[in-house]
Nanobody, 124 residues
Framework: QVHLVESGGGSVQAGGSLRLSCVASGDIRSKEYMGWFRQAPGKEREGVAAMTSGGGNRMLAASVKDRFTISQDTSKNTVYLQMNSLKPEDTAMYFC?????????????????WGQGTQVTVSS
C-alpha cells in the first residue's frame, strides 16, 4: 500500500502561482511513477503531469505544458507540481497518484493509489 497526502492548494488570481506537494509513505518502492490529475465539477478526471520514480521520464498535458512543472525530492518522498500563469480554467480538485506497470502515465487507469486531493481555485 502507498499512502499519498497532497497539500498546497488554495485560491489565487489569474496569473498567479501555486506549488502543490504530495508526500508518499508506505510501500513506496512498489511505485514506478507518480502523477498529478485534476477534476473540475461535472468533468472527468484528467492527467496533468507525471514522472517516473527515477526522474528520467516526465510528461505534461498539452494544456499546461508551458506553465506547469513536475519535480520530486526523493529524500522527502515528495513530488511537486509547480503551477505558474494560472488560469480560471485550471480551477479543479488536484489529485496525486502512484502506479506501476503501464507506459500511459496520464491515464487514470494506470494508477493504483490516490490521495484525497487539494482544491485549486483561480479567479479572473
Amino acid at each position: 500500500q502507498v499512502h499519498l497526502v497532497e497539500s498546497g492548494g488554495g485560491s489565487v488570481q489569474a496569473g498567479g502561482s501555486l506549488r502543490l506537494s504530495c508526500v508518499a509513505s508506505g510501500d513506496i518502492r512498489s511505485k514506478e511513477y507518480m502523477g498529478w490529475f485534476r477534476q473540475a465539477p461535472g468533468k472527468e478526471r484528467e492527467g496533468v503531469a507525471a514522472m517516473t520514480s527515477g526522474g528520467g521520464n516526465r510528461m505534461l498535458a498539452a494544456s499546461v505544458k508551458d506553465r506547469f512543472t513536475i519535480s520530486q525530492d526523493t529524500s522527502k518522498n515528495t513530488v511537486y507540481l509547480q503551477m505558474n500563469s494560472l488560469k480560471p480554467e485550471d480551477t479543479a480538485m488536484y489529485f496525486c497518484a502512484a502506479g506501476r506497470g503501464s507506459t500511459y502515465f496520464l491515464r487514470t487507469t494506470s494508477y493504483n493509489y490516490w490521495g484525497q486531493g487539494t482544491q485549486v481555485t483561480v479567479s479572473s
